[in-house]
């Protein structure tokens, strides 16, 4: 069985995955070209840990399309790598 460090590894890139979708493809990049991270400091305090995040997503789920985005948004702003 795979440790969840073994599947992120294995992973794309949140980038290389946008990028390849088939489905909402569109909306998805609609959502995180118009998406602005708030100026809370949330990057900043991300910054402050050693994160990485694992996200399992078909890109036909609408609410993945809607999420995603947002969480690229957030970690390109932290330096935090998604797969």
Not at 22 to 28: A, C, G, Q, Y
Not at 38 to 44: C, F, Q
Request: hydrophobic letters at 40%; one cysteine or more; proline letters at 2%.
């Amino acid at each position: 069985m795979k440790t969840e460090q073994q599947y992120f590894e294995e992973g794309k890139s949140i980038q290389t995955y946008m990028n390849d979708m088939s489905t909402l493809k569109e909306e998805s990049l609609a959502v995180y070209e118009q998406f602005q991270l708030p100026k809370d400091g949330l990057a900043d305090k991300l910054k402050a840990h050693k994160l990485h995040f694992l996200a399992i997503t078909e890109d036909w789920c609408g609410d993945a399309m809607m999420i995603n985005p947002i969480i690229r948004k957030v970690a390109e702003a932290a330096g935090i790598a998604v797969r």
